[in-house]
């Protein structure tokens, strides 16, 4: 059974839709979609939403991990060799968090939910938010394990 070796919840400002996550160097760039953009080193993932604290959680596992209980909107994997860390960032290059890894080759599973909530501005009180809201709007969850060759 896998064990979680470091975690690490991080919530952001969102500014225009984009939460960014990196730095990814990835072997073959994945395929673009309508929430994950890999511009340069790294990820940037599309919220639903503008000017609000989603939660983050970066995970590093010994193993495969095992997926979070509960319904996810969204699910995709990825194979990447990584940097000695992964952080989160603004768009003003900004590191909200970061956690650190050893060298090698990952695999990343990237899971969403919430992306459907209620408009931050009819949520959020005041709006925009001075900090983050105790209970977030959005739940991103990145989960790293190594690969062994």
């Not at 939660?55 to 997926?67: H, I, M, N, T």
């Not at 940097?83 to 960032?89: G, K």
């Not at 603004?90 to 909530?117: K, S, V």
């Amino acid at each position: 059974m896998p064990t979680l070796i470091n975690a690490v919840d991080v919530r952001p400002r969102v500014y225009y839709r984009t939460i960014q996550i990196g730095p990814i160097l990835f072997e073959q760039a994945p395929a673009e979609d309508d929430i994950v953009q890999i511009p340069g080193d790294g990820w940037s993932l599309t919220s639903s939403d503008n000017d609000f604290y989603p939660l983050v959680r970066l995970e590093v596992w010994d193993g495969p991990a095992s997926q979070p209980s509960g319904s996810w909107e969204y699910e995709r994997d990825f194979q990447s060799p990584m940097a000695d860390r992964l952080a989160v960032v603004d768009l003003n290059g900004a590191c909200y968090g970061e956690i650190t890894l050893q060298p090698g080759r990952y695999h990343l599973r990237l899971l969403c939910r919430g992306r459907d909530h209620v408009e931050a501005l009819l949520a959020l009180d005041p709006f925009p938010p001075e900090e983050p809201h105790e209970d977030p709007l959005e739940v991103w969850i990145v989960q790293v394990w190594l690969i062994s060759d």
